[in-house]
């Protein structure tokens, strides 16, 4: 079974996605880690970031390895490196919605994702799982929450990861990140048909957790 759950930058999908990858035991894949990880590459390339062809190449040579850690977080892997904490520091992500616009980095990325999920049960989460890389997902939940709820979410996480920040910078560049993802032609942030739409604002993450698992439990039950 594979689970897609999409949203935009601090609606809680990465929290919810390692929960119920957890209570179901099955493989958890950030899809997002993939975009940071091209994008520090080309950052540490000086590759000229409007270039999509060049960035398409970055994409298909990088060699991205990620492995789950305690409590359910990534260890992501350029090459021998261990970037788990430099893509999530301010360039990079001020950039990786530049770099996953270009079509040619979306399709090498999107050869890795498919045949990384063409067996087992996976909990994968990204912009796109449900529409693009995953279309025929068992379940799809697209998670949602208010701006300024987002921008509290995204600066807690940063302030324990030892990065300073601001909520209103956070909040202005999550309006800008949310204009890019779904405005890009190449598989613009938006939920699938079928997906079901949860508004997490003001919910506990377990809470968003036991409805993903509903959803889980519902389709399993129509096998």
Do not use: C
């Amino acid at each position: 079974m594979i689970i897609a759950i999409d949203g935009p930058a601090g609606s809680g999908k990465s929290t919810v996605a390692r929960g119920v990858a957890r209570r179901l035991g099955f493989t958890y894949l950030d899809s997002g880690a993939m975009y940071r990880a091209v994008t520090l590459a080309a950052l540490e390339a000086n590759a000229d970031l409007s270039d999509g062809e060049l960035l398409g190449q970055v994409a298909a040579d990088a060699q991205i390895r990620m492995h789950e850690r305690d409590h359910g977080n990534m260890q992501v892997l350029l090459g021998e490196r261990d970037v788990s904490d430099e893509i999530r520091t301010p360039a990079v992500t001020g950039s990786s919605s530049q770099v996953a616009a270009h079509r040619q980095v979306r399709e090498a990325l999107l050869r890795r994702q498919r045949g990384l999920i063409a067996d087992g049960d996976w909990v994968v989460e990204g912009r796109d799982i449900g529409t693009v890389v995953a279309p025929d997902a068992a379940v799809k939940a697209f998670l949602t929450a208010e701006p300024a709820e987002r921008a509290r979410r995204r600066t807690e996480e940063l302030r324990r990861r030892g990065v300073e920040a601001e909520a209103e910078e956070v909040h202005r560049a999550i309006e800008q990140r949310d204009r890019l993802d779904s405005t890009r032609s190449a598989a613009p942030l938006r939920p699938a048909d079928d997906a079901v739409s949860i508004d997490t604002t003001g919910l506990e993450p377990g809470q968003v957790i036991e409805q993903v698992l509903e959803l889980a439990a519902r389709a399993g039950s129509k096998k």
